[in-house]
Nanobody
Framework: QVQLAESGGGLVQAGGSLRLSCAAS????????MAWFRQAPGKEREFVAG????????DYADSVKGRFTIARDNAKNTVTLQMNSLKPEDTAVYYC??????????????WGKGTLVTVSS
């Protein structure tokens, strides 16, 4: 089993930045693809960014390309999401997820409980 814990959410003004972190415990995720998803109020959960097992392949939703960066540190069992140029439409609960696959995928097996990001206009 893998437990995922997100941190770093909060309130930020439009144009600002936040850095989300996800710490994995229980079992190493160094061989697993990881990803961030988000769910805005009244909307379905959507993919934001994904990274493969060793960090040399990433994927982003069109809405965040050029603004968000996903990275991982397998030695620390962590994944981060650097979010720049934030917009009010980025407001959502952000979830960290781990896959059973090593390649970038949206098929995730383990989920964190989420961290709230609120972007004010």
């Amino acid at each position: 089993q893998v437990q995922l814990a997100e941190s770093g959410g909060g309130l930020v003004q439009a144009g600002g930045s936040l850095r989300l972190s996800c710490a994995a415990s229980g079992r190493t995720t160094s061989g697993s693809a990881m990803a961030w998803f988000r769910q805005a109020p009244g909307k379905e959960r959507e993919f934001v960014a994904g990274i493969n097992w060793n960090g040399d392949s990433t994927d982003y939703a069109d809405s965040v390309k050029g603004r968000f960066t996903i990275a991982r540190d397998n030695a620390k069992n962590t994944v981060t999401l650097q979010m720049n140029s934030l917009k009010p439409e980025d407001t959502a609960v952000y979830y960290c997820a781990a896959s059973s696959w090593y390649f970038v995928t949206r098929d995730m097996r383990y989920w964190g409980k989420g961290t709230l990001v609120t972007v004010s206009s």
